[in-house]
T-cell receptor, first 114, second 114 residues
């Protein structure tokens, strides 16, 4: 049982390049999330998807787009990367049957934008 | 706006010392409260959570936290820390009315000296 899987784990981009971070969960969770982690700022929510077919903005959505491809997969796209998007990105999911929204995280994707 | 405040960004303790990490939140309505832990090189995992009932909750590895509604606080405690508790600790909050968008504090880095 893999849980939440993110790819790639590491990526270096030049300013202006585009890329997509992939996330998949095999726990049959309804809700999925993308966070970024920056030193001294904790985790900040970029986008989330409460259920298949829906997506909503979080705290810091600018510069990102998301796609909830199906129940398992939730991708994060940077159309034109900027140095300010250098960060560690975490995908997470939560159970539909859980009224607390406890999060299950992937291992993270470290992105550097030069 | 919803927010989570963690009082200490860095804490250094010797083994066997007692630990208390402060967390206050600003969130309307009924909330769910969490502490997540990130060990070096690993992804975030749940330490403990409060959603109802006894305001003193116990988690893994001897950690506990107390929800004090009147103070909007959810402080994390451990009577005697070990070197293996060296990690970053995040307080987080969500609510069902907020669509389970979980907001995190900035984190506290704990270093335990052997």
């Amino acid at each position: 049982n893999a849980g939440v899987t993110q790819t790639p784990k590491f990526q270096v981009l030049k300013t202006g390049q585009s890329m997509t971070l992939q996330c998949a969960q095999d726990m049959n969770h309804n809700s999925m999330y993308w966070y970024r982690q920056d030193p001294g700022m904790g985790l900040r929510l970029i986008y989330y998807s409460a259920s298949e077919g829906t997506t909503d903005k979080g705290e810091v959505p600018n510069g990102y787009n998301v796609s909830r491809l199906n129940k398992r997969e939730f991708s994060l796209r940077l159309e034109s990367a900027a140095p300010s998007q250098t960060s560690v990105y975490f995908c997470a999911s939560s159970r539909s049957s859980d009224n607390t929204g406890e999060l299950f995280f992937g291992e993270g994707s470290r992105l550097t934008v030069l | 706006a919803q927010s989570v405040s963690q009082h200490n960004h860095h804490v250094i303790l010797s083994e066997a010392a007692s630990l208390e990490l402060g967390c206050n939140y600003s969130y309307g309505g009924t909330v769910n409260l969490f502490w997540y832990v990130q060990y070096p090189g690993q992804h975030l995992q749940l330490l403990l959570k409060y959603f109802s009932g006894d305001p003193l909750v116990k988690g893994i590895k001897g950690f506990e936290a107390e929800f004090i509604k009147s103070k909007f606080s959810f402080n994390l405690r451990k009577p005697s820390v070990q070197w293996s508790d060296t990690a970053e600790y995040f307080c987080a909050v969500n609510s069902m009315t907020g669509g389970f968008k979980t907001i995190f504090g900035a984190g506290t880095r704990l270093f335990v000296k052997a």
